[in-house]
């Protein structure tokens, strides 16, 4: 089988997204770097836009793959509401279970912008049929 055909099946896609949702847990809640560069802050908050667009778009994609090529507003809506509150989870854990890393209020606000973009990305790349 084609690598990318591989890529391109419901399970495969699963596996990615558990994975790259673990990673995500684990760069999140791991060690913070001593960074205190303003312009690092700015790079932090493209760093949480790119990381939970692109987890929304795996999900959502694993979502239409599964549902074979077929997915409703609502179930994007869903998926949308599901990767922003993970990541306010991760701030919320942030704060109460490590001692390096504190919830950022900006980092949910990045985050949901990359729920976002993730989410209208796919939605426009399904309508350019993407499968």
């Known amino acids: 089988m084609q690598p990318t055909k591989r890529l ?8 990615i997204g558990v994975i790259y949702s673990l990673l995500i847990t684990i760069a999140f809640l791991g060690p913070s770097p001593a960074l205190s560069n303003e312009n690092i802050t700015y790079l932090d908050k493209l760093v949480h836009i790119g990381l939970y667009l692109i987890l929304a778009l795996i999900w959502l994609y694993y979502i239409f793959l ?10 994007v809506f869903v998926v949308l509401i599901l ?3 993970y990541g306010i989870v ?5 704060q109460m279970f490590t001692l390096s890393r504190r919830f950022d209020l900006f980092d949910i606000i990045a985050n949901g ?7 209208l990305l796919f939605w426009r790349l399904k309508n350019k049929n993407i499968h």
């Open 66 to 75: 599964r549902d074979q090529y077929h997915i409703s507003k609502n179930i």
């Open 83 to 85: 990767c922003f509150s």
């Open 90 to 94: 991760i701030e919320v854990s942030q």
């Open 113 to 119: 912008i990359g729920c976002l973009l993730g989410s």
């Open 8 to 15: 391109s099946e419901p399970k495969t896609l699963l596996i």
